[in-house]
């Protein structure tokens, strides 16, 4: 099955995808972390990228597009992915279609933006392998430091308050739309995010 997860920056879409595709043997393909890791390793797609991801601005369509139409050919998809953060504009929808990557289900993960803001305030993330830390839902065994790798975790630059109102702004104008996008073909499902993440997984399987 190809599952797209779709909610605001901080609804927990990352979180998530990564144990729901794991337990359903799928990939999970995140641009934003796939985005980060190119940024990380100073290749010429993270430089490209660098500026956009680190003002909350969409990177270029054609740029992302690229991107999963490769990382969907790899052998850890043929069972199925599921998408977070991609896509995010109704082209990018529309280019998906046309690649004949047909989406089953888009999952809706229905938070507010005052309690996202709370959350990405809060999150800390690892610089060196993008583990994704929260104080509540899931503290590191030790404080500021990577349970995976050891690695002084940071405040993501995109998370910081101003970038994060810019996400939000974006969000609404590129990415919301894609909510009417799925639910016009019928494929549209919306979860309440705001419950316990062990809930929302249950929620999220049974829909699946
Ligand atoms: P995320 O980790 O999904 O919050 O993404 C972090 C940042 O990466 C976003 O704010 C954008 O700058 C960039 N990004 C990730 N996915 C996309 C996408 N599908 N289209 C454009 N930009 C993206």
Do not use: W
């Not at 308050?161 to 016009?184: C, G, H, N």
Request: charged content about 30%.
């Amino acid at each position: 099955m190809k599952i797209v997860l779709l909610g605001p920056p901080g609804s927990g879409k990352g979180t998530q995808a990564a144990v729901l595709a794991k337990d359903l043997g799928y990939a999970h393909i995140s641009t934003g972390e796939i985005l980060r890791e190119e940024i990380r390793k100073n290749s010429p797609l993270g430089l490209q990228a660098q500026e956009f991801v680190k003002s909350g601005k969409l990177v270029p369509d054609g740029v992302v597009i690229s991107i999963v139409k490769e990382r969907t050919k790899k052998e850890d998809c043929k069972n199925g992915f599921i998408l977070d953060g991609f896509p995010r504009t109704i082209p990018q929808a529309e280019a998906l279609e046309k690649e004949g990557i047909t989406i089953d289900k888009a999952v809706s993960l229905e938070v507010t933006e005052e309690e996202c803001v709370r959350r990405l305030g809060d999150r800390k993330s690892c610089p060196q392998c993008g583990a994704v830390y929260n104080p509540v839902t899931r503290p590191p065994k030790n404080e500021g430091i990577c349970d995976q790798c050891s690695s002084a975790l940071i405040q993501r630059e995109d998370d910081k308050a101003q970038t994060i109102r810019e996400r939000f702004r974006v969000y609404s104008q590129k990415t919301a739309p894609l909510l009417d996008f799925y639910k016009k073909s019928k494929r549209l499902f919306s979860l309440d995010g705001h419950l316990n993440p062990e809930k929302v997984l249950t929620n999220l399987k049974n829909l699946v």
